[in-house]
């Protein structure tokens, strides 16, 4: 079965650099999330996406933005990159809140980003 | 708000024991969902089972086993017999209702010795 697809899989940048992460959700899935993932903590969500509209927003850096396009595929772009960035970012895609319930979300396999 | 609370941060077994993590949860919605998520040593994190605030019915899937108790909002999960392969960290969900994010707990990670 096709899952969530995140590329790439690993990034270094360097501080004050920019750094722009993909996500190819599931075929027929209209919702994109991503959740960002530092060393030996929780995900915590930062923006969701539902039919290429921003459907929620959580603890997201002003240094960052998101779209989701036509095909619904999304992209996270991070700019000024600080070493406090580095994390895992992880993507997830689902059937989003079809008639008010939340349909279980599917994680890609994240991409890595580095700092230095 | 919400919160998610998993009180053991480190947990270690010898195969074949049996093995129960704990979840607490705290909203004020009426309407919500739980989830569990598997995150092995690879990083990728593995959906296990959702279950909604409506449905206390308990849930076993195999090795897996699920006890969800609203009066004392508990979602807590049992490996029975558990595995090498079941060594990863565990987390817990919560979404309420009409929103998207999941909220994490901060993850319990067990140790399965052969």
């Known amino acids: 079965a096709a899952g969530v697809i995140q590329s790439p899989r690993h990034l270094i940048k360097e501080k004050r650099e920019t750094a722009t992460l993909k996500c190819y959700p599931i075929?027929?899935?209209?919702?994109v999330y991503w959740y960002q993932q530092g060393p030996g903590q929780d995900p915590q969500f930062l923006i969701s996406?539902?039919?290429?509209?921003?459907?929620d927003k959580g603890s997201i850096p002003d240094r960052f933005s998101a779209q989701q396009f036509s095909d619904y595929h999304s992209e996270l772009n991070m700019s000024s990159l600080e070493l406090g960035d580095s994390a895992l970012y992880f993507c997830?895609?689902?059937?989003?809140?079809?008639?008010?319930?939340?349909?279980?979300?599917?994680f890609g396999p994240g991409t890595r980003l580095t700092v230095l | 708000a919400q919160k998610v609370t998993q009180a053991q941060t480190e947990i270690s077994v010898v195969e074949k024991e049996d093995v129960t993590l704990d979840c607490v949860y705290e909203?004020?919605?009426?309407?919500?969902?739980l989830f569990w998520y598997k995150q092995p040593p690879s990083g990728e994190l593995v959906f296990l089972i959702r279950?909604?605030?409506?449905?206390?019915q308990n849930e076993i899937s195999g090795r897996y086993s699920w006890n969800f108790q609203k009066s004392t909002s508990s979602f807590n999960f049992t490996i029975t017999a558990s595995q090498v392969v079941d060594s990863a960290v565990y987390f817990c969900?919560?979404?309420?209702?009409?929103?998207?994010?999941?909220?994490f707990g901060t993850g319990t990670r067990l140790q399965v010795f052969p």
């Open positions: 997830a895609s689902s059937l989003g809140l079809a008639g008010g319930f939340l349909d279980e979300q599917f």
């Open positions: 075929p027929r899935h209209d919702t």
């Open positions: 996406f539902y039919e290429k509209m921003q459907s």
């Open positions: 909203t004020r919605d009426t309407t919500y969902y």
């Open positions: 279950r909604n605030s409506f449905d206390e």
């Open positions: 969900a919560l979404s309420v209702y009409n929103t998207d994010k999941l909220i």
